[in-house]
């Protein structure tokens, strides 16, 4: 534009060719000036004058400064903040007193803010508080009950859902409210399609543990994992992030299935829900094939609830305020300096012994033995 007005072309049909308002390219013209269009610094500039007209002043802002280094040293509150700093100079009478958010603004310009910033640490490996299954050695399976799901005319439905780890190899089973002995058909017929994880981890709902009100409980669904050569996982209570891929995963499965369509029946809602999951392995294919291997179903296996125990239950769980932990209906201890701490017990049903081993996130290679007692479940059998 400044070049068309230099060679000749006067301001107005200028404007006009370049399709700008007169006063856009008399601004340009006024910029460029004499000098050579190379020289002329193009950059966008702010309007109005450098200096904001209402810009608190270098001496006001120097007082609140003055201000905060006399209150942090001597003030019996020990409060030393913008509201502190306010208060301060109007018991004083000084003039001006500035805005709360204006001393705000005066320290962080000035660099007097004692804020932290938040630490961004990097996230442990899927699996870390199991060694085996962070090295994607193993698969570990999770499993869920998604409750409170009402079909039109009063169909009350629960859903038993599940996913592996590593593997994203997903199942949805809708139907009318679960109990422990369908959960264990269902698990089985699973597995049997799927092939065996090394490791399957379970809230701690009784349908998978079992009752509570008892000690050395051990319900059907962790008998059934312990006759197939499964380690059963039962998540700290209230604990967030160690089931979030089956919470996720629930999450997506009412979005896309229970909140999408209108069901008329259960059947139909079974229908859409084998849809979902068979479109969902589609996708997942190639992260499925890459995932650790699963073992195979024994063909000759047949469940028996009252075979005795063999192998091992691992609980996840949090020490109190004086180190100890609940693990089988009994209050052990484990540390008195690691309260308040995530630990893995591990109950060695052959050996008979229980090992406690310490967790941490920010260090989840780091996982030794804080203590190991002898315990024996009595031999009594299972009793529905």
Known sequence: MVEAFRQGLPLR????????????????????????????????????PRTPANRTSRQVEDRVLSWRRELKQTSDLGEYGARA???????????????????????????ALDGRRRVRRVPPPPG??????????VELDQFDFVEGLIIRGGTEVEVLTGTSLHGGGVGAWPGPPWTAKRAVEQLIAHWRESGLPAYAQFDNDTRFQGAHQHQDVVGQVTRLCLSLGIVPVFAPPREPGFQASIEN????????????????????????????????RARAALRIEAAPPRGGFPADWKLDLQA?????????????DAGYASVL????????DWCH???????????????????????????P?????THRLPDRGFKP
Do not use: C
């Not at 005795?308 to 109190?320: A, C, E, H, W």
């Not at 209906?329 to 008195?336: I, L, P, S, T």
């Not at 033995?369 to 007692?373: A, D, M, P, S």
């Open 13 to 48: 049909q200028a404007a006009l060719r370049f399709e700008v308002s007169l006063s856009t390219i008399q601004r340009w013209v006024q910029r460029a000036s004499h000098q050579r269009l190379e020289a002329v610094d193009w950059a966008d500039r702010v309007a109005g």
């Open 329 to 336: 209906g009994y209050h052990f201890e484990v540390a008195r």
């Open 249 to 280: 995963f629930n999450g997506r499965w009412q979005a896309k299935v229970w909140v999408r369509f209108e069901h008329e029946s259960m059947a139909s809602l079974q229908t859409r829900s084998q849809q979902y999951v068979a479109a969902a």
């Open 308 to 320: 005795p125990l063999r192998g091992r239950i691992v609980y996840l769980r949090r020490t109190d």
């Open 128 to 137: 870390w508080y199991l060694p085996e299954v962070a090295a994607k050695r």
């Open 85 to 111: 700093i306010q208060r301060a100079m109007a018991a004083q009478g000084e003039q001006p007193v500035p805005h709360l958010r204006t001393i705000g603004r005066i320290r962080e310009r000035r660099g």
């Open 341 to 367: 701490r995530l630990i893995r017990a591990e109950v060695d049903l052959d050996a008979g012994k229980i090992r406690f081993y310490a967790l941490r996130r920010r260090e989840p290679n780091w996982q």
């Open 369 to 373: 033995v804080l203590r190991e007692i």
